[in-house]
């Protein structure tokens, strides 16, 4: 009798995962798109999608609000990467720390935190009416184009400063030798050699300008995207319009695809990888210079980190009802932990399962993908794609798409919570676990079989105790992107199973800051923790986070 | 009887590429057995379809009398060092060596007794308890060693291990490779495409080359009597002389006579060298040309002359001061008659009588 292979078996389950988890929800969403309401097929919701005028408007505004979001994060993210690679600034560390914060904090909380500082009341907006200087508020794309700049400046950031150090310093000094001067120099050899890393992390702020839900909600005030399009249509109380909603994401995934394509062919493109024999050094700048390259990191670290720094002190403010007032007290957290205690579990409990999920499933499917290589594996790598081009908004509405009649219904549980979050971050796992596996040569196993060990015994006793700080550190990176999850969780949430984010998201449009603020504190603190664990495990590696 | 056999191995790879074609070979107990050859001639294949890696498309493999092929890998009781060492990082030293026979139910204090005797035996006693990621590539093989050695193994292969090492540690390891084996008299085979560890190493020598045996012999055989013309230029370099009436003048004054011959060759230690005009004798040939290269290597030099059989280099031994010629020079390249080697064109050693 033949014995049925393991591989074999999880082959087919994880074809069904990806079947009942990706494709119905995007295929719900396609014939979504192309029937109306009486069930008839049309091209109807594309034609309108084409002639309206709020429709062509909103995907104006959405590549706006993307080219606009890169070309802020590659400005601020190439100057600190190009500062702290290339000269001595004091307290570094401290720098790529306020990096960190700027990426690990969600985005909503910073389109809230500058309302605070520079909306209509806002606090520096007051501050400088009083000294007779009048700027308008923040609102609009003016103020969505300044978050996304300092909320996604660390992709480039990090990307450039890793290539930029990876530049052999040996290619300068032949440049030297010809007769290129320092301007020369930089722009004719330093450039070229860090242009992948540079248009990689730009293209990857831009993806995450264009799925962006929370920031255009908060301070567009009128300035409308296809992802708040998307929301708004699915969710109005009158005349929700979810045919319509499904057209914008079908839009939307074409738009991300696009760029994600762009993106993977340029990270691919990253290849310069000289000999590190001679490494970079940096120079120590003397005078007006040092004090510029101080002031710049500084001032663009600051200004990142500036949401998670306002968010922890209005914390702490003393409130009356959703007033601030003078001095400090703890009762926002008082409320967090009378009223809203449930929610805090809620997230917790969403997370950690979704988590516990993805480790698991994406460490055999990684195994799977890295060991058994042959045509069906190469196509689950290629399927695994698919739920980076998805922007959250859309992955909600296509759940909802699926699940909300038919064979499987899960609306209004929090099983779709968890396995929008699972389906998201999947992908991730996978890969780390794949490539980390193919790092691993094989004779390792080989070893070990050799020296009387089973292959399966040999896999568990070699390989996984190689793998398993990865594992966790990328469950740990995990857990940070499924507790922060606004968009998807928005669309899917009922009173019962409300997270975090949706909670911020829902105190700050009530106007109740305080408690906001000490909820995203309480998020931040989550968040710091899983990547302190994170890097305890691999090392400090800022490029996991990307 | 042999201990290994090896019989008519074939390994198919893809629907035309033969990693193995046809190879037969049979190893002695307590012998140091290598399969020399260029990357791609399929000893590898050979190696690690021993050690059960990977199956051979057809053919036999016996040890000791039993069919090694119906076995799986773990249960072969085959020790195997790595090219890359396979050292395991998150174990220490003690611990990779002792990992072998904790699934041979070996009593811990005999564990320890042996781990500590085979890390003495490769000089690592003082390192049992580090971990290997921060030692050097020759202390990782000298692990790798042990690790295999410990668990007294029926068979040792041992897969280009030195390879990933620098030239001194290279001699230095492969000495100490060959006395351990000697010591425990473990039948060996060994795998490498460097010729001269081949022979500094070796019991006897298989040559390989695109899936099949050249020769199989002494380090004195292959290289003193190569028994093809990829032998003979794979193991010791060659000098091939260039057919026409020089070449037929030459083999004439000696005598030499081979039916069926392609090719001529000659090596060029076994070649002389001296000043214009010597004289021919029975033995000898003095062949005229002038020098167009003189490299100067230390305990040899080589000399480029260029005479009416082609380019020759001639291997001086010792050259001193005086040794050195100037390029345009004319000098005589002496032929002794038992130097040139005749291959017929299928590349076979011809015979020479006459």
């Not at chain 1, 290339?86 to 914060?101: E, P, T």
């Not at chain 2, 002792?98 to 070996?106: C, E, T």
């Not at chain 2, 990933?164 to 490498?192: G, M, W």
């Amino acid at each position: 009798m033949p014995r049925l292979n393991f591989w074999t078996v999880v082959m087919v389950l994880t074809w069904l995962l990806l079947f009942v988890l990706l494709f119905i929800p995007v295929g719900s969403v396609l014939v979504s798109s192309l029937y109306d309401q009486s069930g008839n097929f049309t091209l109807a919701n594309y034609a309108k999608f084409l002639t309206e005028p709020r429709f062509r408007v909103a995907f104006l505004n959405t590549l706006i609000v993307g080219v606009g979001g890169m070309a802020g994060a590659l400005l601020l993210g190439s100057i600190m990467a190009f500062c702290v690679s290339r000269f001595v600034i004091g307290g570094g560390k401290f720098v790529s720390l306020l990096a960190i914060l700027a990426l690990v904090s969600p985005p909503f909380i910073g389109a809230y935190s500058w309302i605070v500082l520079f909306g209509a009341g806002g606090v520096v907006r007051g501050f400088l009416r009083d000294m007779g200087i009048n700027m308008p508020p923040i609102y609009g794309v003016g103020g969505i184009l300044v978050v996304f700049s300092l909320k996604f400046y660390p992709y480039v950031y990090l990307m450039v400063s890793g290539a930029l150090s990876n530049v052999n310093r040996s290619l300068e000094e032949a440049a030297e030798g010809l007769g290129l001067t320092p301007w020369q120099r930089t722009f004719r050899i330093s450039f070229p050699m860090v242009f992948p890393a540079l248009t990689a992390g730009g293209l990857l702020a831009l993806i995450h300008a264009i799925a962006d839900f929370g920031t255009p909600r908060l301070l567009g005030r009128g300035f409308n995207v296809l992802a708040t399009e998307a929301f708004t249509l699915y969710s109005a109380e009158v005349g929700s319009n979810m045919s319509m909603a499904t057209t914008i994401s079908v839009v939307l995934i074409l738009v991300s695809m696009v760029f994600v394509m762009l993106q993977r062919y340029m990270s691919r493109r990253n290849v310069y990888h000289g000999n590190m024999i001679n490494k970079p050094t940096r120079i120590q700048l003397n005078g007006w210079r040092n004090w510029l390259a101080h002031f710049g990191v500084y001032f663009i670290g600051l200004c990142g980190a500036m949401p998670v720094i306002v968010s922890v002190i209005y914390s702490f403010r003393k409130t009356n009802g959703p007033v601030f007032q003078e001095g400090f007290a703890l009762q926002s957290y008082q409320r967090i932990l009378f009223n809203l205690g449930d929610v805090v579990r809620n997230s917790l409990t969403f997370s950690i399962a979704a988590v516990i999920l993805i480790v698991l499933v994406g460490t055999v499917v990684g195994v799977l993908v890295a060991r058994r290589t042959n045509l069906n594996t190469a196509l689950l790598d290629g399927a695994f794609m698919v739920p980076y081009v998805m922007p959250g908004i859309v992955i909600g509405i296509a759940f909802i798409a699926a699940f909300n009649t038919g064979p499987i219904v899960l609306t209004g549980t929090a099983t779709i919570i968890i396995l929008s979050i699972f389906i998201r971050r999947l992908p991730y796992t996978v890969r780390t676990t794949a490539s980390s596996l193919r790092q691993i040569s094989p004779s390792m196993e080989e070893a070990a079989v050799s020296l009387g060990y089973s292959p399966f015994q040999a896999f568990l006793r070699i390989t996984v105790p190689m793998i398993v700080p990865g594992i966790i550190a990328g469950g740990m990176l995990s857990f940070v992107t499924a507790i922060n999850e606004l968009s998807s969780s928005l669309v899917l949430y009922v009173g019962s199973t409300m997270t975090m984010p949706v909670r911020i998201y829902l105190l700050i449009l009530d106007g109740d800051f305080g408690t906001a603020a000490a909820l995203s504190t309480v998020l931040l603190v989550l968040s710091g923790a899983a990547v302190y664990i994170a890097f305890r495990f691999m090392g400090r590696n800022e490029q996991a986070l990307l | 009887m042999s201990y290994l056999t090896v019989a008519n191995a074939t390994k198919q790879f893809g629907a035309t590429f033969m990693a193995l074609n046809g190879v037969s070979i049979a190893v002695g107990k307590g012998e140091f057995f290598t399969l020399l050859g260029p990357s791609g001639c399929g000893k590898t294949t050979l190696l690690r379809s021993i050690a059960g890696f990977n199956d051979l498309t057809a053919g036999e493999i016996t040890l000791d009398g039993s069919n090694l092929r119906i076995v799986p890998p773990h249960q072969r009781d085959i020790g195997m060092v790595f090219q890359d060492y396979a050292v395991f990082p998150h174990l220490s030293v003690f611990d990779n060596v002792a990992f072998g026979l904790k699934p041979r139910k070996v009593p811990a204090a005999e564990i320890k007794a042996r781990v500590t005797e085979a890390l003495d035996a490769v000089r690592l006693g003082a390192m049992a308890d580090r971990l290997p990621a921060a030692m050097s590539g020759g202390q990782q093989q000298r692990i790798g060693l042990a690790r295999a050695m410990v668990i007294k193994p029926r068979l040792l292969l041992m897969d280009e291990p030195l390879s990933n090492l620098d030239a001194k540690l290279r001699i230095e390891l492969r000495e100490e490779i060959r006395d351990i084996q000697k010591q425990v008299d473990i039948a060996t085979i060994y795998v490498t495409h460097d010729q001269e560890e081949a022979l500094a190493i070796s019991d006897r020598i298989c040559v390989m080359n695109a899936g099949r045996i050249e020769q199989v012999g002494t380090p004195e055989e292959i290289y003193g009597n190569p028994q093809t013309r990829f032998v003979a230029e794979f193991v010791g370099t060659l000098n091939v002389l260039t057919a026409g009436a020089a070449l037929n003048g030459l083999l004439g004054q000696l005598g030499l006579n081979a039916p069926g011959a392609a090719s001529w060759a000659v090596r060029p230690e076994r070649l002389g060298l001296d000043a214009t005009g010597a004289a021919s004798g029975d033995d000898m040939v003095a062949v005229p040309g002038t020098v167009a290269k003189y490299t100067y290597l230390g305990r040899e030099a080589h000399v480029q002359v260029d005479t009416p059989l082609g380019m020759i280099v001639v291997q001086v031994a010792n050259p001193g001061m005086a040794a050195s010629r100037e390029t345009g020079e004319p000098v005589s390249v002496l032929v002794p008659r038992d130097v040139p080697m005749a291959f017929g064109a299928d590349g076979a050693r011809l015979s020479t009588g006459g």
